[in-house]
């Protein structure tokens, strides 16, 4: 019976730093923000998916079975579609499954590991800030890729930086190294000897 009873009062109302920190954590979470997400979602994947209630609890009870979301990143895909099927359920481990779908999809469409939420995160709404971190982040990225699959306001997102590479032939590459050790061979012996840096402070 005592083991019943400490069980028990670890199912109590959380209290202390972890109330803190929760705090803290809704604190991230912002409004205006997921009011260009909700517009950007619904423009994505049609008349099919309709507004939620405003506010955050709407907000995770419309993403949290996983439909919508997987919803979203099919719509991101031209050819085969990530996410092959998509059923709404009310058994807690479908709809994890289907919100683990749409991470494993965003991930394979480029959204990188520190913009993506955990599945608790939005299921048990531990962080519903993060996961306006994820969506903005794959819109962002939908927009920068620009393959006629974004279907929002170009001033919604950012376009993301894009990596420049350049080629340098063989040749290039051992006159920047001689460059470089010409740069280093000038330097020798170097010292601050008549060097100036501005006025000396006077104490008085």
Not at 99 to 114: C, D, H, M, P, R
Not at 153 to 175: C, G, I, V
């Amino acid at each position: 019976m005592a083991t019943k009873g400490v069980g028990m009062a670890n199912k109590g109302p959380t209290f202390g730093m972890s109330r803190h920190v929760q705090d803290k954590i809704d604190s991230k979470y912002d409004a205006e923000l997921e009011l260009v997400l909700v517009e950007w979602i619904i423009r994505q994947c049609g008349a099919g998916v309709s507004k939620p209630e405003v506010g955050k609890m709407g907000f995770q009870a419309w993403l949290k079975d996983g439909c919508v979301l997987s919803e979203l990143i099919n719509s991101l895909f031209t050819a085969e579609k990530p996410v092959k099927k998509i059923q709404s359920s009310t058994a807690a481990f479908k709809q994890m499954e289907q919100i683990s779908q749409f991470l494993n999809a965003s991930e394979k469409y480029g959204v990188t590991k520190t913009d993506m939420f955990q599945t608790v995160d939005l299921w048990e709404g531990k962080d519903l800030a993060a996961v306006q971190r994820t969506i903005s982040a794959l819109g962002s990225l939908a927009f920068t890729k620009d393959e006629g699959t974004y279907n929002g306001d170009p001033n919604w997102f950012f376009k993301k930086s894009q990596e420049n590479k350049r080629d340098f032939s063989e040749d290039q590459l051992k006159a920047g190294k001689n460059v470089i050790g010409l740069q280093m061979g000038s330097n020798k012996g170097a010292s601050q000897e008549g060097m100036s840096y501005g006025r000396s402070r006077q104490i008085l």
